[in-house]
């Protein structure tokens, strides 16, 4: 093809057990921006960083192998769709409600405002080499809403950010980083500890029955739970330090006191034990904690903070396996220790390049991070990307809206059935969590009472019953007045 250039898709992207998919993301900001406004600055993006007009294809008629076709920066393209209404954020969308205590909630998601059709598969994006990076703008009343979709293969969560940080700056008129060249990972692999055991925990290459083990195992757990659903997971500020607070007086009391505890420590813990520790059908099945690092932030030398990788990036951390009935005897603060540990050794500069050189080593291999059949939590956490500190409130509207983040969309089909993000933490310290767990779940057992329509009713049968009291008190306090009277 004219005017693009072959590029490989490099060792952190290929062959992994998530390439196959397509994430979308969808950052709905207070405020309205003038469409001509963000034509303009997409096109200034695009031109500095052209690898987002890339399209995929495969490296041969018999291979399954992938490489992109990058445009020069003068022919570069991203692919981008409008959805217009005069409507205001509230009329069309179910926003998260920013409750006092722990709630999870059910959203009835506007699908137009993410995707002018639906979300494509890679597959369709291969067949047709058709744009592999798009973009959809809603364009409301009282709100903007910037959806971006893209292969995984191709891109990771943090760099999704740092093109939406890139548009937020060329919107207020400033110029975005320059990308990073070159392969970063080129000076890491074959560095590996000598003598290090690279047969890394959980960590494993799937053939055709691995394939059927797990499909297996899902059958299994659809018939058991039946389908998943989403939902957000809103925890209020003082909820958070609550939680904090009873994690490190636990750890205390068990002697097994550490220096701190973040607010994705406890908050993955509470997922892990709400999700896992109350299963009730069988005490004894395992799984496993899959945590989610950005190795940017672990070998920063080759990563300096005035460049952005457009890249995948991320390393994936996996715990022992753990059964249902120990997560429910555990308490919080030794599950979000487990989880700090499992960050702390995770960021370790040995345990990166170890991980490194093992995907180097088994490329071309289906690298998958627990063995068949495994039950999992996949948790990422994306706190460390600042989500909730992007605003454009220098390109909105004068009246419209403040320009902060008001929620983030999460799609990513075809991921294990308890797996999911910590989104944002937004303005008033809250954060939003967005996890596909089994609906049935969601209502039932010990989350079953965070689930914000039984808080609904619970409440109000309570306030039923205090009327029925007070009308109750009414008709006995004039029973004893006409008593008197007589």
Known sequence: MDHFRVEPVCVMDAHSGGAHLVLTIGFIFSGAVDRAHIE?????????????????????????????????SQHAVLATTFYTTPKGIHQVETLPTRTSTITTQRLSRNLELY?????PTLEELISSESPAFRLHVSCLADATVFAFTFPHVLMDASAAGSVMRGLVSVLEGKAALDELEGD????????????????????STYGPSDFMASAEAERMDLERDGPISQRTIYFPP??????????????????????????????????YKNF???????????????YVLDARKRLSEAFPPDKVYLKNAYILNVTSKYANCKI????????????????????????????LQWKHDHAGEVQVPVPSGERVLFASNWLMFGFGGLNISKAVKPGTGTGEVLDIYWCMPGIPRCSG?????????????????????????????????????????????????RIHALFSWYRRLIATRH
């Open 40 to 72: 303009s600055a997409v096109k200034v993006l695009v031109g500095k960083w052209p690898v987002l007009g890339a399209r995929l294809r495969r490296s041969g008629s018999n291979s399954q192998a992938l490489e992109a076709l990058v445009p020069d």
């Open 184 to 203: 970063p990972w080129a000076d890491f692999v074959n560095t590996a500890r000598p003598g290090a055991d690279l047969n890394l925990r959980g960590w």
């Open 276 to 290: 896992y520790g109350d299963e009730q059908y069988d005490a004894d099945r395992t799984s496993r904690l899959i």
């Open 328 to 355: 429910r005897d555990m308490s919080l603060g030794e599950i979000a220790r487990l989880v700090r540990e499992l960050v702390t050794e995770g960021s370790k500069r040995e345990t990166v390049l170890d991980h």
């Open 421 to 469: 993000c910590v989104t944002f933490r937004s303005s008033d310290g809250g954060i939003n969590a967005v996890f596909d767990w089994a609906e049935v779940n969601w209502t039932s057992g010990s989350i079953g009472k965070y689930a914000i329509e039984n808080m609904k009713t619970k409440k109000s049968k309570k306030g039923k019953a205090m009327k029925r009291l």
């Open 238 to 271: 003082a909820e958070i330090a609550r939680l904090k607070e009873q994690a490190m007086r636990e750890l205390k009391v068990l002697g097994l006191e550490i220096p701190l505890l973040s607010s994705g420590d406890v908050i993955v813990a509470w997922l």
């Open 115 to 119: 995707f002018e059709k639906s979300q």
